[in-house]
């Protein structure tokens, strides 16, 4: 089992977050996770020619506040990064709105380091559309922000949300401080998020991948998670009540922000790390957990981390451990 590295007393600082937030292998130096903002949002019929102009729009939304950052980018199926050019929305993706609806729509830029090149980056915007069928019920976008850009200009940060879950119709979705993850690594390797999810339990975290692998049989339209951000589509928001009876429920620091088709609830002014040293887990991350409680998605048939060897002791432990987290605000 690898041995990580990292800090255990981070402050709830932007600055220092950036600077010192890392998960670093003590074996082979390199950078397996970081803390910065994470935003998942999970929509339907991203099949739809209008739904993937959409997530460019979106794209061309973050690239206008990120694109200086941003040096490469993914196209096709063999992952290979290509560079960006620097010069707008990358012209493979403009021309992949118009595949057919039996073929997945995928758009991924991010920043990226060759002296640290498996850095998650506080940098990416990855989305899927995915083809028509079955199988894949749910398509995606995960993003990462730097926490400097959410502190600084957060009613700016809340807009920009808004804005995308008004153009993709989100179902559900959650955003705050992040155990940001290279797409795919989330459950290969080692052990590298459980201890450090451990230390700052209000870290949000997304295996989107195997999320989509577990849900296409069912739950789907069901919220994922709950954090600082907690995205509900107009049908979560009717399972729960309705609008005023999840109002009822919020103290006078959360707030409710509508888009067109669903509410965003903003459980405090900014988001937290939840470790003991920089004031715990919040009331208003517990509230809002426990307002969505009865319809969360919690029937999970594998892992979504690995674990310690101490806590992998088979499959129906690995899953306690999982659920364990899932209800860590409840």
Same mark, same amino acid.
């Given at each position: 089992m690898a041995q990580m590295d990292f800090p255990h007393d981070?402050?709830?600082?932007?600055?220092?977050?950036?600077?010192?937030?890392?998960?670093?292998?003590?074996?082979t130096n390199l950078i397996r996770s970081r803390v910065g903002i994470l935003l998942s949002l999970y929509f339907k019929d991203g099949y739809l020619r209008e739904k993937r102009k959409e997530l460019v729009a979106a794209l061309g939304e973050y690239m206008d506040v990120f694109g200086e950052q941003i040096t490469h980018f993914k196209h096709g199926e063999d992952g290979r990064l290509h560079k960006y050019s620097g010069d707008g929305i990358p012209d493979a993706y403009l021309r992949d709105v118009d595949l057919p609806e039996n073929e997945m729509f995928y758009l991924h830029v991010r920043h990226y380091d060759p002296r640290e090149q498996n850095d998650p980056s506080l940098y990416m915007f990855m989305a899927f559309g995915h083809q028509r069928?079955?199988?894949?019920?749910?398509?995606?976008?995960?993003?990462?922000?730097?926490?400097?850009?959410?502190?600084e200009q957060t009613e700016r940060f809340m807009k920009l949300i808004a804005r995308w879950c008004d153009r993709l119709d989100v179902v559900h979705g959650s955003g705050g401080?992040?155990?940001? *993850?290279?797409?795919?690594?989330?459950?290969? !390797? =080692?052990?590298?998020?459980?201890?450090?999810?451990? &230390?700052?339990?209000?870290?949000?975290?997304?295996?989107?991948?195997?999320?989509?692998?577990?849900t296409y049989k069912g739950g789907f339209?069901?919220?994922? *998670?709950?954090?600082?951000?907690?995205?509900? !589509? =107009?049908?979560?928001?009717?399972?729960?009540?309705? &609008?005023?009876?999840i109002a009822a429920q919020l103290s006078e620091d959360i707030s409710v922000i509508r888009?067109?088709?669903?509410?965003?609830?903003?459980?405090?002014?900014?988001?937290?790390?939840?470790?003991?040293?920089?004031?715990?887990v919040p009331e208003a991350y517990r509230i809002v957990a426990r307002i969505v409680k009865p319809i969360r998605f919690e029937e999970y048939r594998f892992s979504i981390f690995k674990l310690p060897a101490h806590l992998n002791s088979g499959k129906e432990a690995r899953l306690a451990e999982n659920l364990k987290w899932i209800r860590r605000f409840d």
């Open positions: 981070l402050k709830l600082d932007p600055t220092d977050i950036e600077r010192r937030g890392v998960l670093r292998d003590q074996e069928g079955d199988q894949w019920p749910l398509s995606g976008l995960k993003v990462h922000i730097p926490p400097s850009f959410v502190f401080l992040g155990t940001l *993850s290279n797409p795919g690594s989330e459950t290969s !390797g =080692d052990a590298y998020y459980y201890p450090w999810l451990a &230390e700052y339990p209000a870290l949000e975290y997304d295996a989107m991948g195997n999320y989509f692998a577990t339209d069901r919220p994922r *998670s709950s954090n600082w951000l907690t995205i509900l !589509g =107009d049908d979560n928001v009717a399972k729960l009540g309705g &609008e005023a009876a888009f067109k088709s669903g509410i965003i609830i903003r459980a405090g002014a900014l988001p937290v790390l939840g470790s003991a040293a920089t004031g715990g």
